[in-house]
């Protein structure tokens, strides 16, 4: 920053200076002109300084000037009117030169302070900056640009001293273009940088200078974290394409095989054999629907952060047995062996035990899908270092190995060959996302398509202590003679396939299928139980159940059933008077007891 007194000290040495000049000229000029190189100082104090420092310049010069060049000398003395003139032409004249010189002062350190602001502005641009002159040597290069180009050293340098000779040749060709078109232009290269190949889109445009003297310029912008960002959309968009198609497709499998075991059912005389085979596909095709729906909303819960776990210490051993058990008529279906390494110790963790044989089940599902028929499933569990390690290997198709991230990722499938992909894509993001909520990891490894696949499970185990005994389920109570219940559903399907199956159990059931009917069915009908359906038109499943606790307090158990089986949908249900919520659909021999137990 300059100074504020230099303006006035660079003011005298131009008074002294000016005055020094008009004594070497003294001898020529003797009194005439005495201002006459004042002039010169007063001009250089105003460019210098403004108008306060030219000022000055002139006061001191006049003082000076009667001094030394007009008579008598030595004294400054009033010499009457033409004195008074010569002095006020001078001050007019000089003020004058003040103003102007001020004026271009100021509007000179404008300018330097708009530069200052407009090169701060671009040295700290997020974007790289530079400007090039016509012969492709940079003038001017933001931090952004130094930075990208990993260089310093570029001031009067060409892109061939600075890039690589590919890279340099198609910049300076784009260069060309724009000063040839005169025109702004935009482009995207990508090119190596000490951050390894990074994709750039720059905006280049021709500037000229007062001199008519052309220059390139160009905003750079490092759009690679975008273009990968464009790239984690377009393949969730394709895995979201090919999710619900395969999803219709796998509701569409259950279907066909119900749709023809109706058909049987419905012909008159039957075979019983046959009609048994028909109950035998419904209750298996449901069975596999409801599974899928149960994945789905599983995996909306691990999503948003919503699956609750029901923690207790459990030995591994037993979860290895239900998971087992789950999934072996799959293992048994494709003929694999199936062969287990459990250690001798039990090893002991803090989990939900049902959702821990789900992981299992799942791994081991996939291993007994994606292995040809006649393969080999191993499944081994060991202690180390404080973690439960549990692995899934099979001699199945494989997978290549840059996969073994993305592979448990929603919707994710990959299939070898022409074989399709089965099942939704969502088993391996679910056994991660339950395996993290238990504050462990799963990974996977492959050689390679055709040279199977192992998949690892790693939990935390749980601290030294007894184990606490396993619960012994009781057994399902038996509806008591005379138990009445109210089934409400509006879909009428539903209704009355339940209320067939609980007279079956032994019920007395009257249907109805709205809200106000299922109160006015209650009113003279007195039931010891109501399952209502939540989404019921005009007064809905809550509604009926608080008008129901209000007019019976606790002479009535009050089961909802609904499709919605979040923990959010359950908790209202509970606030609303409910004393059970099951999702569809329904096991009827659950509901059975949730009715007959008090």
């Known amino acids: 920053m300059k100074r504020r007194w230099l303006p006035y000290v660079v003011a005298l040495l131009a008074v002294g200076a000016m005055l020094a000049l008009r004594v070497a000229l003294d001898p020529w000029l003797g009194e005439r002109v005495p201002y006459i190189t004042l002039f010169g100082a007063v001009i250089v104090a105003a460019w210098y300084g403004g108008r306060n420092p030219a000022l000055l310049a002139a006061m001191v010069g006049w003082v000076g000037s009667e001094l030394l060049f007009i008579a008598p000398r030595g004294a400054i003395t009033f010499r009457g009117t033409s004195h008074v003139i010569e002095v006020l032409a001078y001050a007019f004249s000089t003020s004058l030169i003040a103003a102007l010189g001020g004026a271009m002062a100021r509007a000179r350190s404008r300018t330097q302070e708009n530069e200052q602001r407009f090169l701060a502005f671009m040295q700290n641009s997020p974007s790289a900056v530079f400007l090039k002159d016509e012969e492709g040597r940079y003038v001017f290069m933001s931090r952004a640009g130094e930075e990208m180009l990993g260089r310093t050293d570029w001031l009067g340098r060409t892109d061939e001293a600075l890039l690589p000779e590919q890279t340099a040749r198609t910049i300076r060709e784009r260069d060309h273009e724009v000063l040839e078109a005169d025109a702004a232009r935009s482009y995207e290269l990508t090119m190596s940088t000490r951050q390894g190949d990074r994709t750039v889109r720059s905006v280049k445009f021709p500037l000229r200078d007062a001199a008519g003297q052309r220059f390139i310029g160009s905003i750079t912008m490092d759009v690679t974290e975008q273009r990968l960002a ?55 095709q449901v069975a596999h629907m409801g599974r899928l729906v149960d994945d ?206 609980l007279a079956m159990y032994g019920y007395e059931v009257r249907t109805a299928y709205d809200g106000k009917a299922a109160l006015a069915v209650c009113e003279a009908f007195q039931p010891h139980a109501a399952v209502l359906d939540i989404g019921m038109p005009g007064m809905n499943g809550y509604d009926v159940a608080r008008e129901l606790r ?47 137990r008090r």
């Open 296 to 501: 789905l909303l599983d995996m909306a819960r691990v999503s948003s952060g919503k699956l609750s776990l029901r923690r207790e210490r459990v030995e591994l051993s037993a979860v290895v047995a239900a998971a087992l058990e789950t999934s072996r008529p799959a293992v048994d279906a494709a003929q694999h062996q199936l062969v287990t390494y459990l250690p001798a110790g039990g090893a002991v963790v803090d989990a939900d035990a049902a959702r821990l044989a789900q992981v299992l089940s799942n791994l081991l599902n996939n291993a007994a899908k994606y292995t040809p028929a006649g393969g080999t499933i191993e499944l081994s569990v060991e202690q180390s270092g404080g973690e439960a390690i549990i692995a899934v290997k099979d001699n199945g198709v494989g997978f290549p190995p840059e996969l073994s991230r993305q592979i448990f990722e929603p919707f994710a499938q990959w299939a070898s060959g022409g074989n399709s992909a089965a099942g939704l894509g969502i088993g391996l993001s679910l056994v991660r996302g339950i395996v993290e909520l238990h504050g462990g990891s799963a990974s996977a490894t492959s050689e390679g398509p055709g040279r199977g696949s192992r998949f690892e499970v790693r939990l935390p185990l749980a601290a030294a202590s007894r184990a606490e005994a396993p619960r012994v389920p009781g057994a399902s109570p038996i509806a008591a003679p005379g138990v009445r219940v109210l089934v409400a559903d509006d879909n009428r399907d539903a209704a009355d396939t339940l209320s067939r199956i």
């Open 230 to 284: 464009q790239q984690a959309l377009q393949e969730a968009d394709r895995r979201k394409d090919q999710f619900i198609a395969t999803l219709a497709h796998e509701l569409r499998n259950p279907l066909a095989p119900i749709r023809t075991a109706v058909a049987i059912l419905g012909r008159k005389g039957a075979a019983e054999p046959d009609r048994d085979w028909s109950r035998e596909v419904i209750e298996r």
């Open 550 to 596: 209000a007019r019976r307090r606790g002479a009535v158990r009050l089961v909802a059933v609904s499709g919605w089986g979040g923990e959010a949908d359950v908790q209202r249900a509970r606030e609303a008077g409910f004393d059970r919520h099951l999702t569809k659909p329904v096991d009827p021999a659950v509901l059975s007891e949730a009715l007959a």
